[in-house]
Each structure stands twice: as structure tokens, then as C-alpha cells.
């Protein structure tokens, strides 16, 4: 599952070194509790930090041009620390520095992918203590009332296949239409209860032959709109 959890810029204490395009903050705050009720443990980052090294940096979650590069990502007792260079000369760069001054680019967002065991189910959202792979920390527009979601634009072919292989229960689609769309919580439930209706299912899609069929036709559903839209 690709996550997107973001945090706003006065929450992450970032730190501008005057004209240089230089700064540094947290990119994600240890402990604390989103909209969604997700929670990032401290050492989450740990093994990806190890095993891939420092995380990409682009500006709103756009995987193309670089805006710049990661001279430091690490875990201390706060959070995930980044410093970082925005790139002389590129325009982007120029805009993306400008904005962070003037207090209009207000977010910072980290971008990668979790994967069954990577975090546990609570009543009221999930406890993230393990990222498989952190892929990038981007400067963003978006607070954190806006976090955690899936770019399936961004997901393709097998990448977004697993995605799909993963949902197992009605929790699991829910968790994935709040991640892919930026529904609330409350919107995702109401889809699902509405999609459930439309196809006579009763239950979760675990439930029986059914059941089953029937969530193996959303998810083929699903699939064919983010093959289409690639």
C-alpha cells in the first residue's frame, strides 16, 4: 500500500537557511494522531533508512523532476529529520523556495509503501511501526486534515495490482478508497455500505462464495479504472 502522511510545516519546525535553498525539519512526528487516527512509531524508518538510504525529494508528490536532494534523513526521539538542498537554477526550485518564505507552502509529506504486517489495525485507525520502503519527502500544499493517500497515478501495473491483492476485508477497502481518494473515514464507510448494497452483499467478503465474487468484481472493477487512467 503506498502511504502519503503529511504535516504542516509550522508543526515540523522547518528551518530556511536564508537564500541558499537550504532547510531542514521533520518530515514526520513520532506518536501523534492523524485525522484518520494512524499513528507512526518511532524506528518505522529505521530499515528502510538502512537497507534504501535517504528518500527523493519532489514537490507535491509529483514523481518526475527532482526538486532538489536529502543531505540528512534520520530518526531521533522526535521524528524523521530531513535536511535538504532545493536545486539552484531550476524553476520549480525557485517557486518551491519562495513559497516556503513567504509561508504559503505549508506542508511536508512522506511518500512509500507499507505492507501487510507493517502496521496493526485499531478501533479507530492504525499503528504504522514499520515503512517497507520510504520512497520521498515532499514539500507539499497539503495539511495534515489531508494525509495519508494513495496517488494511483503513481501506481502502476504490479505495484498497483498488489495494492489491490491486499484488501481482504471491508476494513482493507475502506482503508484503501480513504488512501486512494482522500475520503474521510466516515465517506469511506458509507461507499462501501452503499457498493455492498449494490451488489447484494451481505457481511464481510470473507463471508462466503458470494461474498467473495462479489469483491473479486469490485476489485476487477477497480482495477480496470486505474489500467485506463495509467
Known sequence: ????????????NLKMEGDTGKFSGYASVFGGVDTYGDS???????????????PKMFFDHEWRMPIGKYIVAKEDDHGL?????????????TDVRAAMLHGTLDGLSVGGYV?????EETET????????????????????DNAARIDTSTVKGGDFAEVIEGIESTRDLECFLR???????GAAVALVARVKKV???????????AEMKAAAELNDRIARLATFGA
Request: glycine fraction near 12%.
Open 1 to 12: 500500500m503506498l502511504l502519503r502522511k503529511t504535516l504542516k510545516l509550522s508543526d515540523v
Open 40 to 54: 507512526i512509531i518511532k524506528g518505522a524508518f529505521e530499515s528502510t533508512l538502512r537497507a534504501h538510504g535517504k
Open 81 to 93: 529529520f530531513v535536511e535538504g538542498e532545493l536545486t539552484p537554477g531550476l524553476a520549480l526550485s
Open 115 to 119: 505492507k501487510a504486517g507493517d502496521y
Open 125 to 144: 485507525g492504525r499503528v504504522i511501526r514499520k515503512w517497507t520502503k520510504l520512497m520521498e519527502v515532499s514539500p507539499t500544499v497539503f495539511p495534515a
Open 179 to 185: 488512501d486512494a481518494g482522500g475520503l474521510s473515514k
Open 199 to 209: 451488489l447484494n452483499v451481505v457481511g464481510d467478503p470473507d463471508a462466503g462464495t
